[in-house]
């Protein structure tokens, strides 16, 4: 049975806690800036940045993180961190498996 790779899962959700993490130092420099005009400026530049780590997010999830036994884009992904627990593809019914994981 084909297996997904774990770093790929936590490459995945590192990525999406970067996005988070710079839009709320943007939301912050925001509220700052309104006494300083220059941080607005970063403010901007710092919401306009945040997304690329969003991008590279979606695209590892669309790319790396698709069941591995069909393979399907319209099937169910997964990015689950806690190795105990599995997901199910919707389409093929096949458990989807990471590298780390044996099969109950």
């Known amino acids: ?19 988070w993490v710079l839009e709320i130092a943007a939301w ?9 005009p220059g941080l607005l400026n970063a403010a901007s530049w710092i919401t306009a940045l945040a997304f690329l780590p969003l991008l ?8 790396r993180l698709r069941c591995p036994n069909c393979r399907s ?14 997901d199910t593809c919707k389409g093929c019914g ?4 990471f590298d780390d994981q044996t099969e109950t």
């Open 1 to 19: 049975m084909k297996r997904l790779k774990r770093r790929d899962a936590r490459l995945f959700w590192g990525l999406f806690l970067v996005f």
């Open 28 to 36: 912050a420099l925001r509220l700052a800036g309104e006494s300083l």
């Open 56 to 63: 590279g997010a979606a695209i590892l999830w669309r790319c």
């Open 73 to 86: 884009r319209d099937r169910t992904s997964s990015a689950r961190l806690n190795p105990r627990k599995t």
């Open 94 to 97: 096949q458990p989807i498996l």
